[in-house]
């Protein structure tokens, strides 16, 4: 019973660590083609705003 606990836990911990390790791995390479990519194209103006920007404030006095 000990021992099943034991390789579920170590198996859930291998999972873990090797998903960390393919994003820190994939990722840098993903983002680079996509800035190569996005310098080709023309920058398109956004206008960015806060997530609360629709979120009205009322200042009671």
Known sequence: MLTT???VLAGITAWCVASLALA???GPMVRRADRT???DR???AVERRPLT???PI???H
């Open 5 to 7: 606990v034991v390789l």
């Open 24 to 26: 820190l791995i994939v």
């Open 37 to 39: 990519r996005a310098a």
């Open 42 to 44: 023309a920058p398109i």
């Open 53 to 55: 920007g629709a979120i």
């Open 58 to 60: 009322v200042a009671a």
